[in-house]
């Protein structure tokens, strides 16, 4: 990587090559001040697959340091200084960093363990030594981490030629003197293209100021900045389309990825960037972008695709021997081929786990097995359907979540949507869902609620449809499913369409509080609906038997029959019957008990 930079700096050295705001760095400058930390780490020892630690805020200079890093034949590990720390010092005892390079405004921060620390500054006063490294193209470039299903960070180590397989791609052909928008956190491997693409190709890195910026703030920079390209996640890329679209015609490809995408959006930029729109795909396993899907603003489809695999890699979707799969068929997704990671640092069991011999490619070419689930289309192409392990099981019926905010997301009035599990205790998990709505579109859990069963079964309809002002994300963009509120708690979160109706008799005084009881909300209207919110086959059984404690003679399929407390008073008035006897209930299709 940094040999291909250096070429550059050669043959090009005034030529701007980082720049933020009214900072700018050229080539030559890039190149010399590079080598000096170079110099300095050498002197403390480093040399190939040692790892550096870098602690140092965003500037041009963070980009002198990474490439000094390469330069002495280390890999960097990048340590945000936002980050808490507990979690800093863990990084750097994890990955056994001989030196953190760090800035004087800095210097006071701890640091984990004996590992020496070398400011940036004292750093830059060394002669400047442009010896070879003796790091090859299977040395370690650089660690990112990320979490783990355990709660334990997860080290990924990324070798140089990985790096050079997404640099080279057919693709994205950066040409000299474009200019790449630099929007990511350096601790998240979209830093990776942002940063070495374009200047292992000669183009020019443009840091936008406040990553964690507004949507007018960031559209505001594109108008500055007219960048060639940028990455957006998919969390920032909708907010964007919604709220100032047009900022987008001031970029000439953009590619956007890391969760599900919106059809409309991704249309919708299609038809306004000055060049190309690209959905991406690829896990950190897989160096950033393992697949890219060419975005026609004409195009209709219900999933935005993920794309083909970049230029040397593959990907194939298999069953659980490792068979392929047959085309249109779900299973899951693996990712062959440059580009694959070499593994978890110091985790051999989980490396061993994701990390697999290629059975379908010579010369000991290894997969990742990425627990997503995917298909593959007409034309090579796949898209995605979710996570392995977010596939949850409720009353008997297999569920994948992912599936089901795929069709939330292609919901038009839908910005961003999300669908997760509650477990209320032993068989009590309920399925709810949460939608933000795009822009100003006025939506109800009723529309969406009506949308997603035309299009899914009913054991995958959610007991709750919660309408969300924003989605909780995490640092990167992407939807933080822990935070997603708890939907059962009160009446006005669940965004139904009925207004609250209060109730007008004893009857339906004593059932309001008995439903209000077994749903565990604060208020129930007397025209609301028991399944819209919350209930469930299981909590039938449980709404029934107190509703009879209460001498209120109900029978075992008055509730599907009369799902409101206004139709079952009303129904159980009418009837004037005795307390009905314990017979088994026969399940509504939305409702059911589920099976196998």
């Not at 004893?506 to 565990?520: D, S």
């Amino acid at each position: 990587m940094h040999d291909l930079v250096r070429r550059r700096a050669r043959s090009m050295p005034g030529a701007t090559a980082v720049s933020s705001g009214s900072e700018t760095l050229t080539y030559g400058e890039l190149d010399e001040s590079s080598e000096r930390v170079a110099r300095a780490l050498r002197e403390r020892g480093v040399g190939p697959d040692d790892r550096v630690g870098i602690l140092m805020s965003r500037s041009p200079r963070l980009v002198v340091a990474l490439l000094g890093v390469l330069k002495a034949g280390g890999g960097y590990v990048p340590i945000d200084v936002s980050y808490p720390p507990e979690r800093r010092d863990f990084m750097l005892r994890d990955c056994g960093a001989a030196t953190v390079l760090t800035e004087e405004a800095l210097a006071g921060e701890p640091v984990a363990g004996a590992a020496a620390v070398l400011t940036y500054e004292e750093a830059v006063l060394a002669e400047p030594d442009p010896v070879p490294t003796g790091a090859r193209a299977g040395n370690l470039a650089y660690i990112v981490y990320t979490s783990g299903s355990t709660g334990v960070p997860k080290g990924v180590m990324v070798e140089h030629a990985d790096v050079i397989r997404l640099v080279a791609d057919s693709r994205l052909d950066i040409r000299p003197g474009e200019v790449v928008a630099q929007l990511a956190p350096f601790s998240f491997d979209a830093s990776v293209f942002e940063i070495w693409s374009p200047l292992c190709r000669g183009g020019r890195v443009a840091m936008l100021s406040n990553p964690q910026m507004s949507a007018a703030g960031l559209g505001e920079q594109l108008r500055e900045v007219e960048p060639d390209w940028i990455f957006l996640t998919s969390g920032l890329f909708q907010v964007l389309v919604d709220q100032d679209p047009q900022a987008l015609s001031h970029a000439g490809t953009v590619i956007t990825g890391g969760d599900v995408l919106s059809p409309q959006a991704v249309r919708a930029c299609a038809g306004v960037t000055r060049r190309a729109t690209y959905a991406a795909y690829g896990p950190t396993e897989t160096t950033v972008f393992a697949s890219l899907h060419l975005v026609d603003p004409g195009e209709e489809f219900e999933r935005v695709p993920i794309g083909g695999p970049l230029d040397g890699m593959a990907l194939r979707v298999l069953d659980a021997e490792l068979r392929p799969v047959p085309p249109g068929t779900v299973g899951e997704l693996y990712v062959s081929g440059h580009g694959v990671a070499r593994g978890y640092l110091d985790r051999p069991a989980v490396t061993a786990e994701r990390f697999l011999a290629d059975p379908y490619a010579g010369g000991g070419a290894r997969m990742y097995r990425t627990g997503d689930l995917a298909r593959e289309l007409p034309g090579g192409e796949f898209d995605f359907h979710g996570r392995v392990d977010r596939q949850v099981k409720i009353r008997g019926y297999r569920v994948e979540l992912g599936e089901i905010e795929a069709v939330l997301n292609s919901h038009p009035l839908v910005s961003s949507g999300a669908a997760e599990v509650f477990d209320d205790g032993p068989d009590l998990k309920r399925l709810a869902a949460f939608a933000v709505p795009a822009g100003d579109a006025k939506v109800t859990s009723g529309d969406l609620n009506r949308f997603l069963n035309e299009r899914l079964p009913p054991y995958m309809w959610p007991l709750g449809l919660v309408i969300l002002d924003e989605m909780p994300r995490d640092p990167n963009g992407k939807p933080d499913r822990r935070a997603l509120p708890y939907p059962w708690t009160r009446r006005a979160d669940l965004g139904l369409e009925e207004a609250y109706a209060e109730p007008r008799t004893p009857l339906e005084q004593t059932m309001a509080t008995v439903w209000t009881e077994v749903l565990g909300l604060d208020v129930v209207g007397v025209n609301d609906n028991f399944f819209q919110l919350g209930g469930d086959s299981l909590r039938s059984v449980t709404l029934l038997k107190r509703l009879q404690d209460q001498n209120i003679k109900v029978l075992p399929d008055d509730l599907f029959d009369y799902q409101s407390i206004a139709e079952l008073a009303g129904a159980v008035e009418a009837a004037g019957r005795p307390e009905a006897a314990g017979a088994a209930p026969s399940w509504p299709a939305g409702a059911t008990a589920g099976a196998g």
